[in-house]
Each structure stands twice: as structure tokens, then as C-alpha cells.
């Protein structure tokens, strides 16, 4: 009976085994899911089979090129709603049809206050747009945040990146630094806007240094103008526009190092640093004769009427310190490159270089699947912003974007001037938390402008943001 058993076993074994063979033979039997297909395989396409070991050194994207990932979704999430939305789907559309891959984005005016609940609640998107990244560095301490050093081609990164990029996307995660995003769109701050035409005719010079531009100030109220055009009025965020100012000095006066740890909190408002660059602005600011209505004015003039005296015939004021994002608020009519031009706030001390002050969006990856490496790496490529450069508005940091993209020579230097900055930097008060960059900082700076609060009130009302 034992050996009647035995050999139903064997029998059974061998029968087994054949099946199997046979099952081989005919190149079945995977039970790899769907989801999670290998990194680099041969691709799904015609032809990919007799390309596998040529497709070992390929990238995610470029596998994702070869229809690789057909078929597969990958998830957005992001602050990007109406035209931005739209432009955002119009940059990569071309990327979904060549690949197969189809982005579901979803946009949303509470991004910042949804994306916090769905990371935590187990239901982050493949990847999401943040245009805070103080917002993202909370979120990656918690090691929720995929590292991409990994991920992404270091060496290709760092050819296709200003250095200060890829410092910026590097944050302290829950077992050290990552990093944790790549940036996309990005938008230009360091920038002084001119009424191009009239400048020219009164034979006035674009100031290449700091005192130059203060010489060429005082000229212009000697000829009976005040030059500057400021106003921080914008309701519950009145104040934003003065620490655009500061945070701009603060690039050109010490170093990013210091400026990194005034953002971190570790370098107080009222140290010396700090201290001296609200002085340097208010030279200008606290200047009567240099700013349109007088110093009272800024705090009651909407920093999107501040523009405006530019634009009368002839000006009432020559010049306005504002982010490439004002020329929404300029007349209608009014034409880049002939009614309007912007030139680089210029270096203080010259050690420190040639600063850019920066916002944009960085892109971080929640989800590790093989089509949303290929996503990520496509969003590391000019290309992937080329629509939207091409529309006007916005500037690509990658190094791949051809200026030709551009669709003024207007943004066309303003590209020039981000790939050639000495140090990028973020907007510093979007960096820090929001009772100190949007809370003390805003309403401090306010008190002094106004004149309710000396300097030194103010610095210390404004650290008291940091303390409490």
C-alpha cells in the first residue's frame, strides 16, 4: 500500500513537472501584478523583445518612450486650477500620447490644507506639485516622502540644473538628507520694471551696481520725480511686498549660508545681517523724495496699482521692484520690450555675486511604480514646460529649455538671468512657517513702514513670531 502510494506520487510529480515545461516552452506563467511591473524589462512593444538587453541601460523615460508603460495612470495633485490647470494639461499631452501614460491631475485651491490630510490618511497621489516647499520639507521629515537621489540620474540632474535647484529640493528627511522634490515652473523676483520708451528719451542709463542705481535715484528726483513706484497694501497680506525687498538685500549682503539659516530660524531678525538689509531698504523707502506719494503711501497703495505711475504720459514714477508676475497688472495695451523693460536689481557687495531671488513649484513623488519614475524624470526635462514657456509668463530652470522657446526677449533674459545666477534662492517668508513669513514678518514690517513701530520694535516684534 505504502509503495502503491509512492508511485501515485512520483507519477503525479512527473506530471507536474511537464505541465510546467509546457507552460515555459509557450512563454507563460507570470504572476508578476500589473502594477508593479520591473524597472527594466524588455518593452511591450513591437519589435522589444529582440531589444532586451539594449533596454537594460535605459532610463524610465526612455523606456516609457518606447510604450513600455502603456496603459498605466499616474496621479497629480496640485495647486493648479482655471488657465494654470489647462496650461498645465497642454505641456503634457504630447508626453501622454507618445507613452501611453495618462496623468490624472487634479488641481485645487486647498491644496496646501488637503495635501497634509491625504499623505497622512494613507492616500497621497503619485505625485504632488508644491509651491511651498517649506510646505513639502514638514512632510518629508516624516519619511513619507520618497528620496529621489535614487530615483533620478544624479549626473544628468546636475548637468540640467543651477546647483542652488538641486540644494533647494534637498531636505532633511526621517533618516537624513533627501531628495525630496525637482523643480518645474519657476518665476522670477530680482527684477526692477521701467517704462522702456521714456527712459530711453531722457537718456537715463540701466544702473549696473547698487550705487549706481541710488545715483541714478537721486538724478531722477533732481529732474523732479520721485524714480520708485511701492505699495504693500493686499489685505490680510498686506507686508508681502517688503519682505520680497529684504529677502532680495539679504542675498546681495551676506552669505546664502546665512540667508538659509535666517529662513531655518537660527539667524534672528534682530542680528546685525538682518537688520542691515531692512536699513538698505529703507533708504530708498524712507526717502520722501524717492518714493511716489511719499513714504505714508506704500502702505495704503495696492501692490497691483503700485505699477500705474509708470505708465502715465510722462511717468510719475520710473521704477518698480516686483516678480515677472506684475505684468498682469500693467495696462492692457502697454507692449514688452517697447513700453516696458525690467533690468537686474543690482549686487551690493560684490563678494557675494550675482543673487537671484526665485519662486516656482517643485514636484515630489509619494509612490514608487516604474511609470511614475518615467513621469518624474520626463518633469526633470525642458520639455515638459516647453507649452507653458511658449504661452509667456513663467520660466523653465532646466538648462535643456531653449531660450528660442521664449516668446519675448524679455523672458528670454529673465531665463538667461536664472541660469546664470551665482546663487538661486527661494522666497524666504514662503519658506518659513506662517505665524513668522506670513504672520509677525508681514504685519512687522507694515508697523515700521507706517511708522507705528521703530526698527528695532519691529525686528523684535517680527522674532517674536520665531519664540512664541
Known amino acids: 500500500m505504502k509503495n502503491a502510494v509512492g508511485r501515485k506520487m512520483s507519477l503525479l510529480l512527473v506530471l507536474l ?27 511591450n512593444n513591437q519589435g522589444a523583445a529582440n531589444e532586451g538587453s539594449s533596454n537594460e541601460n535605459l532610463s524610465p523615460l526612455e523606456l516609457a518612450l518606447k510604450g513600455e508603460y502603456k496603459g498605466t495612470k499616474v496621479t497629480m495633485f496640485g495647486p493648479f486650477v482655471d488657465a494654470d490647470q489647462v496650461k498645465f494639461e497642454s505641456s503634457i499631452k504630447e508626453f501622454e500620447e507618445k ?18 490630510i491625504r499623505v497622512d490618511g494613507g492616500n497621497a ?16 521629515k516624516t519619511g513619507k516622502v520618497i528620496d529621489l537621489t535614487n530615483i533620478l540620474d544624479q549626473d544628468k540632474l546636475k548637468a540640467n540644473y543651477n546647483q542652488s535647484w538641486l540644494d533647494m529640493g534637498t ?4 533618516d537624513g538628507k533627501i531628495l525630496a522634490g525637482i523643480w518645474n515652473r519657476s518665476n522670477v523676483k530680482s527684477l ?4 522702456k520708451k521714456q527712459f530711453e528719451e531722457a537718456g537715463y542709463k540701466i544702473p549696473e551696481t ?28 498686506t507686508g508681502w511686498t517688503a519682505t520680497d525687498w529684504v529677502e532680495d538685500i539679504m542675498l546681495r549682503t551676506t552669505t546664502p549660508e546665512n540667508y538659509d539659516k535666517w529662513v ?9 545681517e538682518v537688520k542691515r538689509a531692512v536699513e538698505i531698504m529703507s533708504d530708498i523707502w524712507m526717502n520722501k523724495d524717492y518714493v511716489y506719494g511719499g513714504t505714508k503711501s506704500i502702505v495704503t497703495t495696492a501692490f497691483g496699482d503700485a505699477p ?20 498682469s497688472f500693467f495696462p492692457e495695451t502697454a507692449k514688452v520690450d517697447e513700453d516696458y523693460d525690467w533690468f537686474y536689481l543690482p549686487s551690493i557687495d560684490e563678494e557675494y555675486g550675482k543673487p537671484v531671488l526665485v519662486a516656482g513649484d517643485i514636484y515630489a513623488m509619494f509612490n514608487d511604480r516604474p511609470e511614475v519614475r518615467a513621469v518624474m524624470e520626463f518633469f526633470t526635462t525642458g520639455e515638459s514646460i516647453k507649452t507653458w514657456v511658449q504661452s509667456g509668463g513663467v520660466i523653465a530652470p532646466m538648462n535643456d529649455a531653449s531660450l528660442d522657446w521664449y516668446s519675448s526677449e524679455s523672458d528670454r533674459r529673465m531665463a538667461k538671468l536664472v541660469q546664470d545666477a551665482s546663487t538661486l534662492r527661494f522666497d524666504g517668508s514662503d519658506l518659513m512657517p506662517g505665524k513668522v513669513g506670513a504672520g509677525t514678518f508681514w504685519k512687522g514690517m507694515t508697523d515700521y513702514v507706517s511708522g507705528t513701530a521703530s526698527l528695532d520694535d519691529a525686528l523684535k516684534q517680527i522674532q517674536s513670531g520665531w519664540d512664541n
Open 17 to 43: 513537472l511537464s505541465f510546467t515545461m509546457v507552460l515555459s516552452a509557450c512563454g507563460g506563467g507570470g504572476n508578476t501584478p500589473k502594477s508593479e511591473p520591473p524597472a527594466n524589462t524588455g518593452g
Open 99 to 116: 507613452t501611453g501614460i495618462d496623468i490624472q491631475y487634479e488641481g485645487s485651491k486647498e491644496f496646501e490644507a488637503t495635501i497634509n
Open 125 to 140: 497621489p503619485d505625485i504632488a506639485d508644491f509651491p511651498q516647499p517649506g510646505l513639502l520639507a514638514s512632510i518629508a
Open 171 to 174: 531636505m532633511d528627511g526621517k
Open 192 to 195: 526692477v520694471w521701467y517704462p
Open 210 to 237: 547698487w550705487d549706481e542705481m541710488m545715483a541714478l535715484t537721486e538724478q531722477i528726483a533732481k529732474d523732479g520725480d520721485p524714480a520708485w513706484s511701492i505699495g504693500i497694501e493686499s489685505g490680510a497680506a
Open 264 to 272: 531655518n530660524g537660527e539667524l534672528p531678525f534682530t542680528s546685525p
Open 308 to 327: 500705474a505711475p509708470m505708465f502715465t504720459d510722462p511717468p510719475k514714477a520710473w521704477f518698480h521692484r516686483q516678480g515677472n508676475f506684475i505684468t
